[in-house]
């Protein structure tokens, strides 16, 4: 079975689960770190590195939103167009206050 599509373009798709398969790694490592007894500022290093990736991740994905999602909505007007700039506009609270 193939990997759903991000708004119709797998590139950001395939982009999108190999960020999100590297910062897996990053936090088994992590993990790792925490059982080995690792020096707690070089754990909290990994950890903001991961955070970094993650809020990456999301402005990936919110630039696709904006760029496909947003614009179609733009094109056809009416309610799904001022619902979908609501819904936007509140995804982007959320990631300013993370």
């Known amino acids: 079975?193939?990997?759903?599509?991000?708004?119709g373009h797998p590139a950001a798709?395939?982009?999108?689960?190999?960020?999100?398969?590297r910062i897996e790694g990053q936090v088994r490592g992590i993990a790792r770190m925490?059982?080995?007894?690792?020096?707690c500022i070089d754990v909290l290093t990994q950890v903001a590195a991961a955070s970094r990736a993650l809020q990456g991740v999301a402005l990936a994905l919110l630039d696709q939103h904006?760029?496909?999602?947003?614009?179609?909505a733009a094109r056809a007007g009416g309610p799904d167009q001022e619902a979908k700039i609501k819904e936007a506009s509140q995804a982007i609270a959320r990631l300013v206050r993370s």
């Open 66 to 72: 904006m760029s496909h999602c947003l614009v179609e």
């Open 13 to 21: 798709t395939t982009d999108v689960l190999h960020r999100l398969g």
């Open 34 to 39: 925490v059982e080995d007894d690792r020096y």
């Open 1 to 7: 079975m193939s990997a759903p599509m991000l708004d």
